[in-house]
T-cell receptor, first 112, second 113 residues
Framework: NAGVTQTPKFQVLKTGQSMTLQCAQD?????MYWYRQDPGMGLRLIYY???????DKGEVPNGYNVSRLNKREFSLRLESAAPSQTSVYFC???????????FGPGTRLTVT | AQSVTQLGSHVSVSEGALVLLRCNYS??????LFWYVQYPNQGLQLLLK??????LVKGINGFEAEFKKSETSFHLTKPSAHMSDAAEYFC???????????FGTGTRLLVSP
């Protein structure tokens, strides 16, 4: 039982490049989330998926797209990376609503 | 709307001293409140949660928090700090009307010998 897994762990991109961050959970959770963590700003929600087949914007969605591929997988795509997207990205999952969220180990992304 | 304020981006204590990390929330409906801990280079893990049952909530590793509606607070405490408690702590608020949580900006706990 791996919980929430994220790939890659580290990534360096040049401005304008694109990439997809992958997230998978094996807990049969309905809801999945993408956050970014920046110093002094805590965790900010980028996008979430309350259930398979639905996605919604969070607090900071600009510059990102998501895909809920199936119940297990929720990917985050940067179409044209910018230095402002340098951050640590966390994926999380939960049964939904106010249930506990389980977090992955994070992806540290640097955009130069 | 919901929001969380964590007072103090850094808190320093000596090993064996009381730990007190402050969290105040704002919510237009009865809140659900959470404390998460993040160890270096790891994701967040749940310490404890308040979901309208008992106002004093006990969590893992000896931590507890008390929900005080009159003060809109949910402060995290531990009677005696251990070196292994050094980490960043996040308070979060949610409610049954939303599918997501709002996190505070975090408090880094430093424990000195």
């Amino acid at each position: 039982n791996a919980g929430v897994t994220q790939t890659p762990k580290f990534q360096v991109l040049k401005t304008g490049q694109s990439m997809t961050l992958q997230c998978a959970q094996d807990m049969n959770h309905n809801s999945m989330y993408w956050y970014r963590q920046d110093p002094g700003m805590g965790l900010r929600l980028i996008y979430y998926s309350a259930s398979e087949g639905t996605t919604d914007k969070g607090e900071v969605p600009n510059g990102y797209n998501v895909s809920r591929l199936n119940k297990r997988e929720f990917s985050l795509r940067l179409e044209s990376a910018a230095p402002s997207q340098t951050s640590v990205y966390f994926c999380a999952s939960s049964e939904g609503g106010i249930a506990e969220q389980y977090f992955g180990p994070g992806t540290r992304l640097t955009v130069t | 709307a919901q929001s969380v304020t964590q007072l103090g981006s850094h808190v320093s204590v000596s090993e064996g001293a009381l730990v007190l990390l402050r969290c105040n929330y704002s919510s237009s409906v009865p809140p659900y409140l959470f404390w998460y801990v993040q160890y270096p280079n790891q994701g967040l893990q749940l310490l404890l949660k308040y979901t309208s049952a008992a106002t004093l909530v006990k969590g893992i590793n000896g931590f507890e928090a008390e929900f005080k509606k009159s003060e809109t607070s949910f402060h995290l405490t531990k009677p005696s700090a251990h070196m292994s408690d050094a980490a960043e702590y996040f308070c979060a608020v949610g409610n049954t009307g939303f599918q997501k949580l709002v996190f505070g900006t975090g408090t880094r706990l430093l424990v000195s010998p």
